[in-house]
């Protein structure tokens, strides 16, 4: 699906494109660093959640990166929301200046791969329609 014209900023074709964004927070704030974070549905039958983290900002319509972060564990174990990956992506926002996706991918054995692949996929192309 190609976006409007009015959906992009800037493009330099066929490697930058900027795409303008309006993010609205309802979250939990943590106060050590200033960043917020929510958790989202991205894909609710397949049960495909992340968590949004979105750092201070300094000033009104100001622009910033992504991160799209897959958290390790093998296919098979932890979350983004388990407190290291947390505490991380937490420090990571403030410092760096980036919106953070942390997706939250299906695991094996209950769901063998290549779901958790299927999961990072959706979950890219949720990122990029929003």
Not at 19 to 45: M, P, Q, W
Not at 57 to 67: F, W
Request: aromatic share 12%.
């Amino acid at each position: 699906m190609e976006p409007n014209q009015s959906e992009i900023a800037f493009e330099f074709l066929p490697i930058i494109r900027v795409y303008e964004v309006t993010v609205c927070f309802s979250n939990i704030l943590n106060h050590r660093t200033g960043v917020s974070s929510k958790d989202v549905t991205i894909a609710s039958e397949s049960n495909l959640t992340a968590r949004l983290y979105l750092p201070k900002l300094t000033k009104e319509n100001q622009k910033l990166s992504l991160l799209v972060y897959f958290h390790g564990g093998a296919f098979c174990v932890s979350s983004p929301f388990n407190s290291k990956y947390h505490s991380y992506l937490n420090t990571l926002g403030a410092e760096a200046n980036v919106v953070a996706v942390s997706v939250n991918y299906r695991k094996a054995p209950e769901h063998p791969l290549p779901a958790a692949y299927d999961d990072a996929w959706v979950a890219l192309q949720w990122v990029v329609s929003h």
